[in-house]
């Protein structure tokens, strides 16, 4: 598979080693047929395991990267910085915000939350959202999530919370 043949995995929370990737709403371009990621991928204990630690060939054939510590991962086998991949990653970013999302499609962007998922509203957490061609985001609603996306969920949301406290109580002091 090359990377265009998978959609809509969602990063979750933190941009920390807290974050969740959730490939559970995700699809998989196989020999032309549109598939649900954990269909195509057909291994559970996998995507609950070594897919939150490590994308394997599924995702990224050439590196064996982590999701979770990906930017370490890229210095240690590239003997480089991982500086262009987060460069691409900010202008597929700031791509996505100014021409907006492809149809049915969505990308995880860090935002204020507005209550969904039951985020506290104000809390910059990245959530599934689709783009307007105008720019304007909405975060995408009505995703399930199971009993192992609550916990790892929960666990990325309080480190935020840690971090915003930590945050106002630095500025009060100041």
Partial sequence: ????DVKDVIIWGNHSNTQYPDASHAKVNKG???LEAPAAVGDDA???GEFLSASSSLL???LNLTVQKRGAIIIEKRKLSSAMSAAKAACDHVHDWFVGTKQDEWVSMAV????????PAGLVFSF???ISP?????????LAWNDFAKEKIAITLKELEEERDEA???CESS
């Fill in 1 to 4: 598979l090359k990377i265009g």
């Fill in 32 to 34: 032309g047929k549109l």
């Fill in 46 to 48: 996998w995507l609950k």
């Fill in 60 to 62: 990224c054939a050439s």
């Fill in 112 to 119: 204020p939350s507005d209550g969904s998922y039951d985020i």
């Fill in 128 to 130: 599934p959202v689709t």
């Fill in 134 to 142: 105008s720019g304007e985001w909405k975060i995408v609603r009505g």
């Fill in 168 to 170: 106002l109580k630095a």
